[in-house]
């Protein structure tokens, strides 16, 4: 039973990690459309054979066009791994993808800065930038303007799954107080960039080591006949993704490798470069098999082994969903027999089902061998789809190419795949495009994962949710979710729906209605509430949860007050003008949350310049980085002081805002901590005013505030313990 348990979990994780790679497919097929077109139609050698020069030359609309088209296609194509990164993390992010999206992102990016680094400290990049002597032809790519290790889509994947796993396990971490502006899902970033500086480390010195042994496959393949020329087609496939069939083929396509021959009294080494030198050669009868034994075998796979095998998929596909997925899977098939370009056929059967990768690169290997053996001759730009197919296959006759051979061949391919692929489908229960559970493509939650966490038995148990939906008016009252510091943001149909009785049950310290806005405060561990409800809400959307299983409020038993903090004696505190001006009680500001001290009580003060202090000797808790509109103050255990320069201000989104000081610096009374420009502000018509506020905590020691005085910042003693 346990076992049966485990399989059906694993099943399930790679099921979820197939269907996240269903996004970045979906784009695929126009993108190699783009690319086919541009691709062929620019290369010179075909233009000057046809004689197109006056159609698509350098200089014509029409060869403007393609290059664009080969250009956005290429773009696509070579940014495959970020993109497949991203995608990842957002299909096995279990909530807060955006979160999950951002640091999956920004991890990408440094582990190739991690890889480029250790391959300047190791000699493998000169100080120029250029390669140096030992490094293999394709084993270093450009990666979005960093020099690093050709991983293809495979290093995505590893960063997205990498990232989904720490997200899920620490997007609700809860940290002490001091660190509690890093709590929920902003840890998540931080946790990601440490932990894939260490990747990045780690791959330079394991995937070259896999780069080395896949080269020197490519010294078998020469010798020994049409059994390499098998292992060739094979590897060729089973290598795409993880980004090295370039280190594998280009030797064989631009050097020595791949054979030498005179032509036209000129030495040319390398199969592709050996064909296009006969394909412009006027004494070229026939062209060299032993050339094109390394890309002819392509064809039969490309151009009918996988639209057969789209089309079993589409048959395997449940009735009702055939509609839908047949757009995806018939515009993956024509990409493939089109221009050649695999790549959305094959990764949307790659993960949820590698063994029938395998079995496709199996039957790569034996269309390499067919070919090689029927002596058929027909070369390529890049890839070899119908474009290809008809500039290098029939419009050079049957007696240069011996393309007719290839048609019998075709045919078995698209019939075979289709009925290979149709029975292992529906014999193994592989979870294909069409195939899935529900009506939506991914399923987050179960009805077991709801009852867990109502039991207790899940990793957290969310009391505070049914609550806070009730408390504002219910699923269908509800528009949009978000917070801030301090205040879980909601917006509502009608705020007369709104109970704060039962939303200050949660521990709220207060409801603030602004028409549809709803901010409902609790203090600085808001991020880990707004992940819980968010949760929960998707949970009772997607029908999960019915109605009936949200709680009564009556049925609800009194939650414990969500900031906890440690009382502490503060005899002879005293808390000095955080800024030069007029104080003024904190009744009197024009802002309801504060007015109405619901965060905690405090005073304001209206200011005469733009610097402001600290209050007390302490640690920076909290610095609001992208707007440097707030910033907190830990001043012993458990006492907490919020400075706030204006109303509103975080629209700004900085400007005119500098912050001198970071988290966890200590700070002396009177210190500078942020200048700001008091008259840019009004000029945006925002009050400037800066508030300071004590967080409430009934265990801690009462201050009294003195108002409506003239105060001089870090000296004029403006608060003081009872």
Partial sequence: MGKAKGEGVIFATVQKIGRSFFLPVSILPVAGLLLGLGASFTNGTTISTYHLEQILGEGTILNGLMVIFSQVGNTIFGNLPLIFAMAVALGMAKNEKAVAVLASGISFFVMHSSINAMLRLNGYLLADGSYSAKVINGQLTNVCGIESLQMGVFGGIVVGLGVAALHNRFYKLQLPSALSFFSGVRVVPILSVVAYTFAGILCFFVWPVVQNGIFAIGGLVTGSGYAGTFIFGFMERVLIPFGLHHVFYIPFWQTGLGGTAVIDGITVAGAQNIYFAELASAATTRFSVEACRFMTGKYPFMMAGLPGAAYAMYRCAKPEKRKIIGGLLLSAALTSFLTGITEPIEFTFLFVAPALFILHCGFAGLSFLLTHIFDICIGTTFSCGLIDFILYGPLQGNGKTNWIGIIPVYAIYFVGYYLIFKFCINKFNIITPGREDGEEEVQLYTKDDFNKKKSGTGNNQDQLSPVILKGLGGLDNLLDIDCCATRLRCTVKDSALVDEVVLKSTGSKGVVKKGGGIQVIYGPQVTIIKSEFEEYVEMVRSGVISPDDIPDFATVEETETVIQQTTTEFSGLKLTAPANGWTIPMTEVTDEAFASCMLGDGVAIQ????????????????????????????????????????????????????????????????????????????????????????????????????????????KTTIGAVI
């Fill in 607 to 714: 200011p005469s310049d733009g610097v402001v202090v600290a209050p007390a000797a302490g640690e920076i808790s909290v610095v609001m980085e992208d707007s440097n509109h707030a910033i907190g103050i830990k001043i012993g255990e458990g006492f907490q002081i919020l400075i706030h320069i204006g109303i509103d201000t975080v629209k700004l989104n900085g400007e005119g805002f500098r912050c001198l000081v970071k988290m966890g610096d200590k700070v002396k009374a009177g210190q500078k901590l942020i200048e700001f420009d008091p008259e840019f502000v009004a000029s945006k018509g925002l009050c400037p005013d800066v508030i300071m506020i004590f967080i409430v905590d009934p265990a801690l020691p009462k201050l009294e505030y003195l108002s409506g005085m003239k105060a001089v910042a870090g």
